[in-house]
């Protein structure tokens, strides 16, 4: 059987599979990047998704527009008004099935064959994997704990003229790094002064643990005029919600707009109307603020535990910086003591002693840190952090 040929530029998802190898008994998990299922508000779910059955079951039931449920999209266009997003109507967005659908739908209507497309080292991993399937030259742009290095950007938008530029301002996935509003500020005026799409990434903004991060892009947008006609937002309630419910949506300019719903159409037809539903019932119930709330409060409490056993554990042998919100911590390997600096090369180690986490490597478009490595504090109690990170410094020290 001959396969087509753009299924050459892409592999299976390391973090896939490492998962084959998680099904040793008693071992602790730090590889996932999903939320913890205890933190789902079922009671508020099915409420709400009885409400819409009991309401409107026709709709719910039926098959749907393309762009998305409308109720849903009234409810969305608030939530993101809230967030200081102005301007922003019902129609000025479409629902997607996760936001992962979102940013396929993007390469779809941008991306070319030998196009070049900017992205952050590292990145989250099943983007660069996305973006590759359509055949273009994807590399990264370094970032620090302050996000994207925005001098470095627009030198590589200058020497690459890169087709769009991909960032997660807010708790990226893997690094966990949080763009400060001086480099947010430039990122847009990058996008106008060069005329090149900036794609934002916004699963985690609302996981924040202490003070609310800097604005999205998109609220920000306001400030660098002309900024809202190269932004594209895209937004899910994967994380704050349920994964499950597969709910997703994107903000772009209407242009874009138009054609992302139309590469939809063929594609799905329209995301589930029955999740729609219950999501647009229980957006409407005022749960939401609550549920984040609530999510918040248990994630700042592992990621803290997660930070303190990382010091006492593995001390020099680990640099990181404490993460202010979303589901990871990203590390490098020094090398202290002779210590393990493959990050590869612990996570076998680590598998024997019972804990698993993410080698960093595969997040990067090119240019891999071998000794980087990502672990997610979300799914583990605090007990299960300090007993998982114990057995990592054991690994470590083998």
């Given amino acids: 059987m001959q396969f087509a040929d753009r299924l050459n530029n892409v592999e299976t998802s390391a973090i896939r599979e490492l998962f084959k190898l998680l099904g040793k008994p008693g071992i602790i998990s730090f590889a996932g990047g999903f939320p913890d299922s205890a933190m789902f508000d079922v009671d508020g779910i099915r409420e709400a998704s009885s409400r819409a059955l009991t309401e409107e079951p026709g709709a719910a039931l039926q098959y749907g527009a393309t762009e998305g449920y409308n109720p849903l999209r009234e409810q969305l266009a608030a939530f993101m008004a809230s967030k200081g997003v102005k301007g922003l109507a019902a129609d000025g967005l479409i629902v997607t099935t996760g936001s992962q659908q979102a940013l396929d739908l993007v390469a779809k209507t941008l991306i070319n064959p030998n196009d070049v497309v900017l992205v952050e080292a590292p990145t989250f991993l099943a983007t660069i994997q996305c973006f590759r399937l359509y055949g273009p030259q994807v590399i990264g742009v370094p970032i620090d704990a302050d996000g994207v290095k925005v001098d470095q950007l627009e030198d590589m938008m200058v020497k690459h003229k890169p087709k769009l530029v991909y960032v997660i301002p807010t708790f990226g996935n893997p690094s966990g790094a949080m763009m400060n509003l001086e480099r947010r500020l430039k990122v847009l005026e990058l996008a106008v002064k060069y005329q090149t799409v900036v794609v934002e990434d916004d699963p985690y903004g609302d996981l924040y643990f202490a003070e609310p991060p800097p604005p999205s892009l998109l609220a920000l947008s306001e400030q660098v005029p002309g900024s809202r006609d190269w932004l594209v937002h895209c ?164």
């Avoid at 549920?291 to 997660?306: C, F, G, P, S, W």
């Avoid at 990181?320 to 979303?326: A, L, N």
């Avoid at 002779?338 to 698993?356: C, M, P, Q």
């Avoid at 605090?382 to 083998?398: H, M, P, S, T």
């Fill in 235 to 398: 937004g899910s309630l994967s994380k704050v919600l349920s994964p499950g419910l597969r709910l997703g949506w994107m903000i772009a300019p209407p242009d874009l707009l138009a054609k992302a719903t139309m590469c939809k159409q063929f594609s799905d037809a329209h995301t589930s109307t029955f999740a729609q539903a219950t999501a647009a019932q229980y957006l409407k119930a005022g749960r939401m603020p609550a549920t984040l709330a609530n999510v918040r409060r248990v994630y700042a409490e592992r990621a803290k535990a997660m930070g303190e056993a990382l010091k006492q554990e593995l001390g020099d042998a680990l640099s990181f910086s404490q993460p202010q919100g979303g589901l990871f911590f990203w590390a490098q390997l020094t090398g202290a003591g002779g210590k393990l600096k493959d990050g590869n090369e612990l996570a076998k180690r680590a598998i024997e002693k019972g804990v698993a986490f993410v080698p960093g490597a595969p997040f990067f478009a090119n240019n891999p840190d071998t000794s980087a490595i990502r672990l997610s504090f979300a799914t583990a109690d605090v007990a299960k952090i300090k007993e998982g990170i114990e057995r990592l410094g054991q690994a470590i020290r083998l």
